[in-house]
């Protein structure tokens, strides 16, 4: 079974940090891309980032360039996104997903409230 198990989320003022980890199981984490999205409540899902199954390459949403960073440890099986300079607009839920023999697989996610 796959199992994507997200970590981290919290409340945190704005200009703070978090660091999301991903917990995964029940494939070879490390043959796969992954990927960050977060859908604030009432709005659609957003692309955050992505980053290479070997770590090598990453991309990056305009709106968290330069803030967050995708990260990730094979030998662990784990994906990480530290968020820097946390914005309001920032708040919500956070999951990761990759795509397995072209099905999309998703965890149940971390919520990350930023706010005063």
């Known amino acids: 079974e796959v199992q994507l198990q997200a970590s981290g989320g919290g409340l945190v003022q704005p200009g703070g940090s978090l660091r999301l980890s991903c917990a995964a199981s029940?494939?070879?984490?490390?043959?796969?891309?992954m990927t960050w999205v977060r859908q604030a409540p009432g709005k659609a899902p957003e692309w955050v980032s992505s980053?290479?199954?070997?770590?090598?390459?990453?991309h990056y949403a305009d709106s968290v360039k330069g803030r967050f960073i995708i990260s990730r440890d094979n030998a662990k099986n784990t994906l990480f996104l530290q968020m820097n300079s946390l914005k309001p607009e920032d708040t919500a839920l956070y999951y990761c997903?990759?795509?397995?023999?072209?099905?999309?697989?998703r965890g149940q996610g971390t919520l990350v409230t930023v706010s005063s």
């Open positions: 980053i290479n199954s070997v770590g090598g390459s990453t």
């Open positions: 029940g494939f070879t984490f490390g043959s796969y891309d």
């Open positions: 997903t990759t795509i397995l023999d072209g099905s999309p697989q």
